[in-house]
């Protein structure tokens, strides 16, 4: 054998190592959390059920129902949309993990995007996973992409027409928040978003809500995306999270803006259409070193510089932003946005019991409210 | 449908990046090589 | 260790390998990302580099296919007779030629948003015109690179826009009169300014000696075939979207090159592939260590660091820094510094028309093509006339990148008196 062969040879086996070990660092992202949700579940279902265009795809995913023994309003809560955003995911798992249902009917979607959850950002440099502590020890879930998984759709346009008829950059055909009401023989994403207008549809939800978050230096932050539908709702909403303390303001969901949960689901499945955000650090251009702990603590220097340099759309001090603030927020405004559905619409009452008190969780952090991994 | 035929380039041109690395008499770009196909392999296992 | 320091040493290290070893680029890039990784307390990050890379998978089977495709044009005899067709049209006409040479430059850059697309589709065609008529080489290729550039800067598809627009939540609507103001007189403007004084007009029989061999006569019009499926299907992925199944820029480039096969002097296909590879690898390599340096930068906080330091200058140095940050980033890419810098700095300047700001920094993004390392654009061009150092090529796209960011910062401050016309 000449030199370079054999040079050559050992640097196949060198590629076929540091393929053996980052591809089984990558597979791990195919594991799922545990999640347990609470007894009074009633029925589990998969997002296959409402269309089989997804069944045995990554884009399936487990749909949690609890219905109340007396009738009244449905409400869909959505979670993972992008499995980048933790406070939503979070928020929807403490919800399956807690609630009891005595009056309507709640659907829970955790992990509304699956493929995301099984893909990371290149150059983002994010952890894989984060562990929350639970009094039985802790309790690890998944950070994801913001994207749908390539390997699961593959390759991206040059150009995406979503289906609402909106030119995006070829990447955004992966993003679940474009590709509303959806594609029946579409792409994985665009069925996923027909899925999801399909168990809107098939549950007649009266209000359905996206749970997101954005990075600190985005416009449209700590806020109440509504569809025109939910005006009054929203307003609302405002008036009982301000008397609570909780800093929120109202964004009217742009009608040239197409593709998104608050613009389509209001416009195609005729259902109140609401988008929670919070402040994220982890997923901000700012941030400084990636980590587990800068996405439960959100703590960064990096945007405490950009507050005093008024970069930033929140309050940012050294205490940072924590999941446990975030998520806080979110049950805030669920229950909010409930009471105020109840107010307007006496019929359309949903009683949540054991929904895991906002204040209590930025006091005592999510981990109490989990479950102990068994 | 379009999966598989990128599928199928994917295989075509990691054969073509073995065969360069094996030709290549230059270790430092055999070494360029080998940084690139670790990708192609990869995606062709449908790994990341 | 503070993330300045790491990425200091990361550039150090590059630096010693790249420039006193000799090695090349992109094995250089890599080992100094790893050696960051390992400054940084992150151990091996085998699965970072690896990730880091990932980021330019898409651009990197864009680049081979292309280079299939131009190897397909050359070999088949199609390039020659382009060549060929296009002296008898314009070996008079010095104006047209150089506008008409600027058009088909920017074409596939305007329908793709990309400007290796253009500069490896039909600056391959233009570059033995432009250097038979008395352009030297690296003025040719200066000129198909800052051409490219325009063209993935020109509507209808701006994919840097679209990128920013991702990031603010604007949509791509009521962009083509910003951007065609940014690019229109500079079209005009660098393509004379490069090739008015050295395009020669000469007599029929000086062209004839110049003429290349064509195949024309031996295939018809079938020869043309392989570029009109390729820009044809470029074409219909931007302009009918919604209709046409969209099958990325990779499958046009190789079905256009298996057209090849048919349409012109046979060849080896296998052999064109290795030798496209081959060509490729030196840029191939960059993508993917730049990949692993920008993740590792991330990982080890250096990414932040880079962009809150540009943020925090004062609001006089603000352009300032936008024209220098985002050129410099786009080392990286453009799209990368679209959305790394691009978003910020739209929101940093959020009081302004954010449609006019996205066209400015998009133009002045377009520039990162011409960045070392990667500087994509410089590189190809460098590549299609056959230089190896592409430094010389980018020694002359100084003075026409200088106008291109003049536009765009200009347009930035000019942009709430643009704002009453648009």
Known sequence: MKKHQATAFLLLLLAALVCFFAGREFLTMHEEEAVYPSPHLTIKKRLSDYFPGLKNSPGDSSVYIFEGQKMGGTLLILGGTHPNEPAGFITAVLLVENLEVTQGKVIIVPRANNSGFMHSDPQEGNPQRYSLSTPGGPRWFRYGSRLTNPIHQWPDSVLYVNPAGQKLSGTESRNLNRSYPGRKHGKLTEKIAYAIMQVIDNEKADLAVDLHEAAPEYPVINAIVFHENSAELAAVTLMTLQMEGVDIRLEASPPNLRGLSHREWGDFAKTRAVLLETANTSHGRLKGRPSATLIINGKDKNYMKAAQLGLLFVPFDEDGISLKQRVSR???????????????????????????????????????????SK | MIQIIYHFLVLYLTFHLIWFVIREKKFWNQLSGVIVLIMFLLRLLLIK | ???????????????????????????????????????????????????????????????????????????????????????????????????????????????????????????????????????????????????????????????????????????????????LIIVVPLALVI????????????????????????????????????LVVVLVLMLSQSLLADIMPDIGIPAIFMLGSLV???????????????????????????????????????????????????????????????????????????????????????????????????????????LGDLMPPTALAGMFAAQVIGEKNYFKVLRYCIVPAFFLLFVGIGVLLLAPILDKFI
């Open chain 1, 330 to 372: 979110h049950l805030a405004s669920l229950r909010a946005l409930v009471s105020g559905l109840h107010e307007l619409h006496p019929d359309l009452c949903i009683q949540l019991d054991n929904l895991p008190n906002p204040i209590e969780v930025q006091k005592v952090g999510i981990g109490p409210y989990l479950t102990p």
């Open chain 3, 1 to 179: 260790m503070s993330e300045a320091v790491i990425f200091l040493l990361m550039v150090g290290i590059f630096a010693i390998l790249a420039m006193i070893l000799k090695l090349p680029i992109g094995v250089s890039l890599a080992i100094s990302a790893l050696a960051g990784a390992l400054l940084g307390g992150k151990g091996l990050a085998l699965r970072h580099l690896v990730e880091g890379s990932f980021g330019y998978f898409e651009t990197i089977l864009i680049i081979l296919a292309a280079m299939i495709f131009m190897k397909v044009l050359q070999a088949s005899g199609i390039l020659d007779s382009i060549t060929a067709l296009m002296l008898k049209t314009f070996y008079r006409k010095k104006l047209p030629l150089l506008l008409t040479v600027m058009v088909l430059i920017m074409f596939p850059g305007m329908i793709t948003g990309s400007s290796t697309a253009a500069v490896l589709t039909t600056g391959v065609l233009v570059a033995p015109v432009l250097i038979r008529l008395g352009l030297s080489k690296v003025k040719a290729a200066a000129l198909i690179a800052m051409g490219a550039i325009l063209g993935m800067i020109a509507p209808p598809v701006n994919i840097l826009v679209m990128i920013m627009g991702a990031g603010v939540d604007m949509p791509y609507v009521g962009l083509t009169l910003p951007l």
């Open chain 3, 191 to 226: 393509s004379l300014w490069l090739g008015y004084k050295d395009i020669k007009i000469i007599r029929y029989d000086e062209m004839k000696s110049i003429l290349p061999e064509s195949v024309f006569s031996l295939f018809g019009f079938r020869l043309y075939l392989p």
């Open chain 3, 260 to 366: 090849g096969l048919f349409c012109g002097r046979p060849f080896h296909f296998l052999k064109i592939t290795q030798e496209a590879v081959k060509e490729a690898m030196p840029i191939l390599s960059i993508l993917v260590g730049v990949g692993m340096f920008i993740q590792i930068m991330t990982l080890t906080g250096g990414r932040g660091w880079a962009v809150i330091s540009f943020l925090s200058l004062p609001p006089v140095l603000l352009y300032l820094g936008i024209g220098i940050s985002m050129p410099l980033f786009g080392a990286v890419s453009a799209y990368g510094s679209a959305s790394i810098l691009g978003v910020p700095f739209i929101l940093a300047l959020i009081n302004k028309n954010a449609i006019i700001t996205a066209s400015a920094l998009s133009a002045i993004a377009g």
